[in-house]
């Protein structure tokens, strides 16, 4: 399979066009999140009512201010905030309300955290999104769209990962999105319950937390690099990750929510771009990205700590399934994806850059 990238946009544009014919009302939990924060804007963005949760213990609230000013007065002004935990099950039930479809990012991320704080993972993940699942089934919402995780593939062997072949767990945090999938195909074999899981492979791009305990590598080495901190990389650098771009799980999740009524009622796709990275190739590509406006950088090293624990050694995705059932072909690769968030990292750590450029780094 061939990496295709920038021809992403035509089935989401169809469906974006469709939408705004006929607006729905959307619920996006994790609201103030990461991922959550830019399905927010896109769907303000393309004219639909949004109501979205989050109880802020991994979400900011200068992401959904960010969204506010993005998207004008007229847009926000069909946004519902509420501020409130997934485990809750009179919380879920009640923004669940009157909403065609959801998209459900709420979840406590991170195979460390989970490692060291497993009780709390379980109680987020698997807890919280079964609360979902029922308020979802009884308040007769179409579709439910989740996120899963690369973590489910576990210690199975074989590259590229195809979506019926997982191995075993080596995390609480696998574990707790597994459950996830298990808990959905349940529902949709019992209730009737129409779901879409997504597998997303280490997703990056503009408002991802730099910072804290359980940052996500690329904004962490960003931020390293810039403030002459070590960039540390477990292992021996070969470890390998499918990068993806947030726009393109974007795409994935409205793709999934609008998918046709007839399809089978529950199933589980990679969201990726079927582009292994090894770790020191990706530290090579943001250090001579930066280094255009930050000359001193240009020759900054790694650092190589032991192995950690839980980490899955290769991951890439194969996207054929996602492809053919809806349609997907990302709309970033790597390269064009870094190109897109950087200005956005190094301007959230305080350093003025005039603009990144794509290049030959």
């Known amino acids: 399979m061939a990496v295709v990238t920038g021809i992403g946009d035509s089935a989401l544009s169809r469906t974006l066009a469709a939408l705004k014919e006929r607006?729905?009302?959307?619920?996006?939990?994790?609201?103030?999140?990461?991922?959550g924060s830019?399905?927010?804007?896109?769907?303000?963005?393309?004219?639909?009512?949004?109501?979205?949760?989050?109880?802020?213990?991994?979400?900011?609230?200068?992401?959904?201010?960010?969204?506010?000013?993005l998207v004008g007065p007229e847009a926000w002004s069909r946004h519902r905030f509420v501020e409130?935990?997934?485990?809750?099950?009179?919380?879920?039930?009640?923004?669940?309300?009157?909403?065609?479809?959801v998209?459900?990012?709420?979840?406590?991320?991170?195979?460390?955290?989970?490692?060291?704080?497993p009780v709390d993972s379980h109680a987020t993940n698997v807890n919280g999104f079964l609360n979902i699942l029922v308020a979802a089934r009884d308040n007769g919402v179409k579709r439910l769209v989740y996120a899963s995780s690369s973590a489910v593939y576990g210690d199975h062997p074989a590259l590229p990962k195809v979506e019926p072949e997982i191995g075993r767990p080596l995390s609480?945090?696998?574990?707790?999105?597994?459950v996830n999938e298990l808990y959905a195909d349940v529902f949709a074999s019992t209730y009737g319950m129409k779901s879409v899981g997504l597998?997303?492979?280490?997703?990056?791009?503009?408002?991802?937390?730099?910072?804290?305990?359980?940052?996500?590598?690329?904004?962490?080495?960003?931020?390293?690099?810039?403030?002459?901190d070590p960039v540390v990389i477990y292992g021996d650098g070969e470890t390998s990750r499918d990068f993806c771009y947030v726009k393109n799980v974007v795409q994935a999740n409205i793709l999934g929510a609008?998918?046709?009524?007839?399809?089978?009622?529950?199933?589980?796709?990679?969201?990726?771009?079927?582009?292994?990275?090894?770790?020191?190739?990706?530290?090579?590509?943001?250090?001579?990205?930066?280094?255009?406006?930050?000359?001193?950088v240009a020759t900054a090293q790694c650092r190589h700590d032991p192995f950690r624990p839980g980490d899955v050694r290769h991951s890439l995705a194969d996207i054929t399934r996602i492809g053919d059932r809806l349609g997907y072909v990302p709309s970033h690769d790597l390269r064009q994806g870094l190109?897109?968030?950087?200005?956005?990292?190094?301007?959230?750590?305080?350093?003025p850059v005039g603009g990144i450029q794509a290049g030959s780094g």
Do not use: M
């Not at 007839?262 to 990205?289: K, M």
């Not at 190109?339 to 350093?351: F, K, M, P, R, T």
């Open 172 to 178: 609480p945090y696998a574990v707790t999105k597994r």
């Open 84 to 101: 409130g935990d997934i485990r809750d099950p009179e919380t879920c039930q009640s923004v669940c309300a009157s909403i065609d479809y």
């Open 258 to 296: 609008c998918r046709d009524e007839q399809d089978t009622p529950h199933e589980v796709f990679n969201v990726a771009v079927f582009q292994r990275t090894s770790l020191q190739t990706l530290f090579e590509c943001i250090r001579d990205l930066l280094a255009r406006d930050f000359p001193g």
């Open 23 to 35: 607006p729905a009302r959307w619920l996006v939990t994790g609201s103030a999140g990461f991922i």
């Open 199 to 228: 597998r997303y492979f280490n997703v990056f791009g503009p408002r991802q937390d730099p910072d804290g305990p359980y940052a996500a590598v690329i904004p962490r080495w960003v931020k390293a690099l810039l403030t002459g």
């Open 38 to 69: 830019h399905l927010v804007e896109a769907l303000l963005q393309a004219g639909q009512t949004v109501v979205s949760l989050d109880n802020f213990a991994t979400g900011r609230r200068e992401n959904l201010d960010h969204v506010a000013s």
């Open 339 to 351: 190109v897109d968030a950087l200005e956005w990292y190094v301007n959230s750590i305080g350093a």
């Open 103 to 117: 998209l459900h990012q709420a979840a406590l991320g991170s195979v460390p955290r989970s490692i060291a704080r």
